[in-house]
């Protein structure tokens, strides 16, 4: 079975532009989870959604937006890019209706600021 | 909200022996608890996870331990090849929210 699915793998944008990120989650799985990841750092929580509508709010800057749409796919966009956005973006599904069941992550977007 | 902590940050072991990774938390009404390797530039990889109904689970050379009184949580490595060299990160999710949290993940490094 195909896996969480993000894209691109790698962006290269300048200070205070704007990016989007993409993320196609297991088919089945309704719940969608965005992750940051700096060098050398343990994976920071920014947002999930279940069923479309956001399900909780971790560390994730005003600048940055997300959303899930009717296909469970879900969209990260950040604005006004700073150098301390260069991280690697994962995001990760599962099926909610599975109890604590496992997150399963996609290969992530490297994305450098420049 | 959840806190997980883990150690430690870097552990050498020589290939064969066993290691050890130990982590804790902070929130009681954690119920879950997964570990994921890391390898460099690569996303996390689930390889074993405990429920909090469960005391310990194995699978093959990698087993988990919960004591959920104390709120800790253990991973073992037996028999550590070197394919084992990874970052290695514990994480806990409980009821009231279902993100989960990681803790600051502990370099492995199997040493030949």
């Known amino acids: 079975a195909a896996g969480v699915i993000q894209s691109p793998r790698h962006l290269i944008k300048e200070k205070r532009e704007t990016a989007t990120l993409k993320c196609y989650p297991i088919s089945r799985h309704d719940t969608v989870y965005w992750y940051q990841q700096g060098p050398g750092q343990d994976p920071q929580f920014l947002i999930s959604?279940?069923?479309?509508?956001?399900?909780d709010k971790g560390s994730i800057p005003d600048r940055f937006s997300a959303q899930q749409f009717s296909d469970y796919h879900s969209e990260l966009n950040m604005s006004s890019l700073e150098l301390g956005d260069s991280a690697l973006y994962f995001c990760?599904?599962?099926?909610?209706?599975?109890?604590?069941?496992?997150?399963?992550f996609g290969n992530g977007t490297r994305l450098t600021v420049t | 909200g959840e806190n997980v902590e883990q150690h430690p940050s870097t552990l050498s072991v020589q290939e064969g022996d066993s290691a050890v990774i130990k982590c804790t938390y902070s929130?009681?009404?954690?119920?879950?608890f997964p570990w994921y390797k890391q390898e460099l530039g690569k996303r996390p990889q689930l390889i074993i996870d405990?429920?909090?109904?469960?005391g310990e689970k194995k699978d093959q050379r990698i087993a988990v331990t919960l004591n959920k009184t104390a709120k800790h949580f253990s991973l073992h490595i037996t028999e550590t090849q070197p394919e084992d060299s990874a970052v290695y990160f514990c994480?806990?999710?409980?009821?009231?929210?279902?993100?989960?949290?990681f803790g600051k993940g502990t370099r492995l490094h199997i040493l030949p």
């Open positions: 994480a806990a999710t409980g009821n009231r929210d279902d993100k989960i949290i």
């Open positions: 929130d009681s009404a954690s119920n879950y």
């Open positions: 959604f279940y069923e479309k509508m956001q399900s």
């Open positions: 405990i429920r909090s109904n469960v």
């Open positions: 990760a599904s599962r099926g909610r209706s599975s109890y604590n069941s496992p997150l399963h």
